[in-house]
C-alpha cells in the first residue's frame, strides 16, 4: 500500500487534463454525463470527469460498480460535497469525487484504477445492502407479491454478482420493495384525514365519514356526490356485499351497488370496517339511507347474510 495515502492526496480538481484549451465550445470534449435512469440497469462504466447529478446518485453507482467488479470498498469520506473511496483490502484502488461549483454537478475528480490482483473477488460485499437488492430485483420482487422466498431470491443473487446475501437481507429487501411499490400502509392511513378533506373540497356533495377509537382508525364511508346523483336513473335495487381487505391491517370492505339501465353495476357506497359486524352493517346501512334519502325499510338488517 502506498504510504503517502490520505485524505489530503484527493484534490478537487481535475488531475486528468480531459478538456482541451480550445475556447471554441465545439472542440471542447464533454465529460461524460452519468444517466441516474438510464445507465444504472446496465454494467456500470465510470471514468475520471464522469458527472452525476448528484452525491446520492455518485453513491448508488459506486456501489453498483463495486459488486460489478468484486471490490468491496470503504467510504474514507462521505459527504454532501465530497466524497473518497478505497479498496477494502489496502491495495491502492482509490476514488475521490466531489461538487462541481459552476455546473452544480457531482464530478469523478481522481481514480487510481490498479488492478486488485491480490485482493480477490469479495464475495461478500457489504455494499450489497438489502436497500440495493430492492432496487436491483424491484420487478422480480413484484411479481412474487413481496414474498420472494430466501433461497431462491439468494442464489440468484449469486448467480447474477457472485455475491452472498444473508436471509435477513433478502426478507428486507422484499420489504423496502413492496413498501416502495406500494407506499406504508400505516403512512397512508396517516394520510386519510388529508384525503377526506380533500374530497369534501373538491367534490362538494360527497360523504366521507371516518371514525376513530382512541385516536386508531376504525372505519371509513365514502359516498361521492355523482354517485348519489347517478343513483336515481338505476332500477330500484341495492346489492350490498362484504369482502376481506388482505393487506397489512385486514379488516372488511362494505359495497352497495345498484344496476343501472344496461344492467351494469353501478357503485354507490363503501365503507372500511374493522370487521363484518351488525354493529358495522348497520352503521354503513344508516349512512346510505341517509344518503340516498331512504326510510329504515320493515325488516331493515334481516336479510343481511348470517352476520
Ligand atoms: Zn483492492
Known amino acids: 500500500m502506498n504510504p503517502n495515502w490520505d485524505e489530503d492526496v484527493d484534490s478537487d480538481a481535475l488531475l486528468t487534463p480531459i478538456a482541451s484549451d480550445e475556447e471554441d465550445g465545439e472542440h471542447k470534449k464533454k465529460f461524460p454525463e452519468f444517466n441516474q435512469f438510464i445507465d444504472i440497469q446496465k454494467k ?36 454532501s460535497k465530497r466524497i473518497t473511496i478505497k479498496c477494502k483490502k489496502g491495495c491502492g ?74 436471509r435477513f437481507q433478502v426478507y428486507r429487501a422484499n420489504k423496502i420493495a413492496m413498501e416502495k411499490l406500494q407506499g406504508s400502509h400505516a403512512a397512508q392511513y396517516g394520510l386519510l384525514w388529508n384525503y377526506c378533506e380533500a374530497v ?9 365519514k371516518m371514525k376513530v377509537e382512541d385516536n386508531r382508525f376504525q372505519r371509513l364511508y365514502v359516498c361521492l356526490d355523482a354517485l348519489k346523483k ?28 345498484g344496476r343501472d339501465g344496461n344492467d351494469n353495476i353501478f357503485p354507490i357506497a ?18 346510505l339511507l341517509k344518503d340516498i334519502e331512504a326510510d329504515r325499510p320493515p325488516g331493515y338488517l334481516g336479510h343481511l347474510p348470517k352476520l
Open 44 to 79: 456500470i462504466k465510470l471514468e475520471v470527469g464522469m458527472k452525476f447529478s448528484n452525491h446520492k446518485v455518485f453513491r448508488e453507482a459506486v456501489q453498483q460498480y463495486g459488486i460489478e467488479n468484486g471490490i468491496d470498498f470503504l467510504w474514507v469520506k462521505s459527504e
Open 93 to 166: 484502488w482509490r476514488m475521490h469525487a466531489s461538487h462541481n461549483e459552476a455546473e452544480n454537478s457531482f464530478q469523478i475528480k481522481t481514480w487510481t484504477n490498479i488492478e486488485h490482483k491480490d485482493c480477490g473477488w469479495s464475495n461478500k460485499n457489504t455494499k450489497a445492502s438489502a436497500k440495493w437488492l430492492s432496487l436491483k430485483y424491484q420487478d422480480q420482487i413484484r411479481d412474487h407479491k413481496g414474498k420472494w422466498e430466501n433461497e431462491p431470491f439468494i442464489n440468484q443473487v449469486a448467480r447474477d454478482h457472485k455475491i452472498f446475501v444473508s
Open 200 to 208: 369534501r373540497l373538491y367534490n362538494p356533495g360527497s360523504t366521507m
Open 230 to 257: 347517478g343513483l336515481k336513473f338505476c332500477r330500484p335495487i341495492i346489492h350490498l356485499d362484504g369482502c376481506f381487505l388482505k393487506a397489512g391491517y385486514g379488516g372488511q370492505l362494505l359495497v352497495a351497488v
Open 270 to 287: 363503501y365503507a372500511a370496517v374493522e370487521a363484518e359486524l351488525k354493529d358495522s352493517w348497520q352503521w354503513f346501512l344508516d349512512l
